[in-house]
């Protein structure tokens, strides 16, 4: 698993403050730069608005942490990708596999 484990990905969390007019503004600060596995990268179809789209997913695993959550995003070969879910797969405490989709115009 671990030599398989060579794309550079970075996670980051949504430190995002309130802005002047009380709504809530994105900013997202780096919480690590990984190695990880791509799983699998795949498109399947989505309609929005009465139009087909293209939904990008990708399923990264990574050495276990623990700061690490749904709600986060993670950055590979510059795009950006929103983690949809954490799980332990092996439930060993070795590594997570983090599900991911990736955000509109990236």
Known sequence: MIGKMRHRITIER???ATDTGGGQAESWVLVAAVWAQIEQFQSSPAGHAGRAAERFSLRATIR???????????????????????ADS????????LSCEREAGT
Do not use: C, P
């Not at 795009?79 to 954490?86: A, D, G, H, P, T």
């Open 90 to 97: 092996e439930q060993r405490g070795r590594f997570l596999m």
């Open 14 to 16: 949504n430190d995002g």
């Open 64 to 86: 276990h942490r623990t700061d690490v959550k749904a709600g986060m995003r993670l950055t590979h070969a510059g795009e950006i990708y929103r983690i949809r879910s954490v």
